[in-house]
């Protein structure tokens, strides 16, 4: 028996209100992404793109449309199972992480909930698992670097062992070499752990290196769906896709590891 796609969103609307406006932020959304796959969003800022990640989060409400994970329906503000088993990584590494909360009770709070014994054994594993040392344990997001702070976002997200990861552009408030090591970092716990992940960017020299698919987002639609060969290809069969891919020209696809320098700093 062939397995349930691990995310399927089905014919996803989300709809606001402005100023009396109905505006359609995601417009009759379907796709699927099977176990172990990364599925790439992509899209111009306002495409939707974040709002339909948020909307598998169950961060924003569907007006139309619904998500399954592994087969099942999702609830509509997820329970802690679906939470545990489907973690978010923000844009934001500052802003998500609580300013007053030392790395230590940020990777704890998510044990504690989901009732997980021997928290400082985990908590470590968590911290080496992304390349920071115990000596990051104790410290508060002011006292980070940007990438180390997304590295405790990483951190926090996997500590629960979901089974899905969403990505909604992790590398963008980040300089360009730091970009580097935690695209390696996100390349190498997807092939350790089997996850399955879909990852928001505008940049397609990011969705090049980590995605195996990608939607190409315009207005709240998906335009069209392409394997990352057709990408470095410039094979996008839509006039939209093709002017996307155009004016990105210059992004190379990375096969091997970027290079990085030391990450213990960063």
């Known amino acids: ?15 606001y209100t402005h100023e009396g406006r109905r505006i359609d932020a995601v417009r009759d959304v379907s796709f ?20 339909v990640l948020k909307a598998i989060a169950g961060l924003v409400a569907p007006t139309a449309g619904g998500v399954r994970l592994a087969g099942r329906g999702m609830t509509a503000k997820r329970d802690r199972a ?6 978010y990584v923000f844009q934001d590494p500052y802003g998500s992480l609580h300013p007053r909360h030392t790395v230590d009770r940020a990777l704890r ?3 504690e909930i989901h009732g997980f014994a021997d928290r400082d054994a985990a908590i470590l594993a968590a911290l080496a698992g992304v390349g920071l040392e115990s000596r990051h344990r104790f410290r508060y997001p002011h006292q980070l670097s940007g990438g180390q702070r997304q590295r405790v976002a990483i951190a926090r997200a996997l500590i629960l062992s979901p089974g899905v990861l969403l990505l909604d552009e992790p590398t963008s408030s980040l300089d360009v070499s730091v970009q580097a090591e935690i695209l390696n970092l996100l390349t190498r716990v997807r092939s350790e752990r089997a996850l399955t992940t879909i990852f928001v960017s505008h940049d397609l020299a990011v969705v090049a290196h980590l995605c195996e698919r990608v939607a190409i987002m315009r207005l709240g639609e998906i335009v069209e769906t392409l394997p990352v060969e057709a990408l470095r290809a410039s094979g996008a069969a839509t006039p939209y896709g093709r002017e996307l891919i155009a004016a990105s020209r210059g992004y190379v696809r990375h ?9 213990s700093e960063r």
């Not at 028996?1 to 709809?15: G, N």
């Not at 699927?32 to 709002?51: D, H, I, M, Q, W």
């Not at 096969?255 to 030391?262: F, G, N, Q, V």
């Open 109 to 111: 709070e998510p044990l």
């Open 1 to 15: 028996m062939t397995a349930p796609p691990a995310i399927a969103v089905e014919r996803l609307w989300v709809t």
């Open 32 to 51: 699927a992404v099977a176990p172990g796959e990364t599925f790439g969003l992509v899209g111009e800022s306002g495409s939707g793109k974040s709002t």
């Open 255 to 263: 096969d091997e590891p970027l290079a990085s320098a030391d990450v």
């Open 82 to 87: 679906e939470r545990r088993r489907l973690q």
